[in-house]
Nanobody
Framework: QVQLVESGGGLVQAGGSLRLSCAAS????????MGWFRQAPGKEREFVST????????YYADSVKGRFTISRDNAKNTVFLQMNNLKPEDTAVYYC???????????????????WGQGTQVTVSS
């Protein structure tokens, strides 16, 4: 069992930045690939970014590429999402997710992930 707790959300103006954190507990964090997803009001939850268990590879949705950066600190059991140049369309609840991964793969689909956090709200005003 892995517990995930997101933090760092809030209200920011367009063009601003936020850094989300996701703290994990319960198992060896470095054995888990991590992902960030988001769900805007009235929309389906969608993929944002993912990082391999050792942090060697990352992948981003086209909508955030060049603006968001995912990273992880396995010593602190935490994954981050640095979000720059935020746009109103980035407004959503952001979720982190984890899945066991004893290889260098990353995962972009929701069904690939076993554990989910409760989410943190990000609101970008125009």
């Amino acid at each position: 069992q892995v517990q995930l707790v997101e933090s760092g959300g809030g209200l920011v103006q367009a063009g601003g930045s936020l850094r989300l954190s996701c703290a994990a507990s319960g198992r060896t964090f470095s054995n888990y690939a991590m992902g960030w997803f988001r769900q805007a009001p009235g929309k389906e939850r969608e993929f944002v970014s993912t990082i391999t268990s050792r942090g060697g590879s990352t992948y981003y949705a086209d909508s955030v590429k060049g603006r968001f950066t995912i990273s992880r600190d396995n010593a602190k059991n935490t994954v981050f999402l640095q979000m720059n140049n935020l746009k109103p369309e980035d407004t959503a609840v952001y979720y982190c997710a984890a899945r066991p991964a004893y290889n260098d793969n990353y995962y972009t689909t929701q069904t690939a992930y076993r554990y989910w956090g409760q989410g943190t709200q990000v609101t970008v005003s125009s």
